[in-house]
């Protein structure tokens, strides 16, 4: 997370704010940036993270939503159900923690050929993150949206009541349907 202060505020106090979190297990870890390079830098940890996880091979993506006071609960049942399917699975999950987007990725295990494991655990993976998402009062899209690969998945878990009303607002929208025609709502 970034807290910013102005220059001449009391930095103290952000510092007692972490360590009465670091007190009370909200945190096990904190880097405070001491200069503009530094926040720099932080921040393209975040924004090089996609990026760093293609080197590590295959990755299963998510970018799914739970309510804040989940986010906990779906990391570590998240982890552990993917880990049960695929042993030897590594979870990066990171982003908009705050809000309840999570962007749960998983990186291939050390060693597999990509395409193998892509073909055995793809599905599975995505199969147990969504049943947690949705038990947990979740969606199964979040800031990305739905695109072309979740349509499928958005016609098993949303209402049809709320499809149809999804086909209504394009329409009322786009009356000609010459927005990404047959994309999503068919």
């Known amino acids: 997370m970034e807290v910013s202060r102005l220059s001449k505020g009391a930095s103290d106090t952000l510092i007692r704010a972490v360590e009465a979190a670091f007190g009370e297990g909200l945190i096990d870890n904190a880097v405070f940036a001491e200069s503009l390079a530094d926040r720099t830098r932080m921040w393209a940890f975040r924004e090089q993270m996609s990026e760093v996880q293609s080197r590590e091979g295959a990755s299963i993506k998510h970018d799914v939503s739970v309510p804040i006071h989940a986010v906990p609960q779906l990391i570590t049942e998240g982890i552990a159900a993917a ?3 695929a ?26 050929d990509p395409k193998t494991f892509m073909a055995e655990y793809d599905e599975k993976v995505h199969e147990a993150i969504y049943e947690i998402v949705l038990r947990l009062g979740g ?21 049809p009541i709320a499809l149809e009303m999804m086909r209504a607002i394009k329409t009322a929208l786009d009356p000609k349907g010459i927005l990404n025609p047959g994309k999503m709502l068919g």
């Open 83 to 85: 880990e049960r399917v």
């Open 139 to 159: 969606s199964v899209s979040a800031e990305h949206g739905i695109g072309q690969l979740k349509v499928d998945l958005l016609r098993q878990v949303k209402d």
């Open 87 to 112: 042993p030897g699975i590594r979870a990066v999950p990171f982003g908009h923690l705050g809000d309840g987007n999570i962007h749960f990725n998983f990186s291939q295990p050390v060693g597999p």
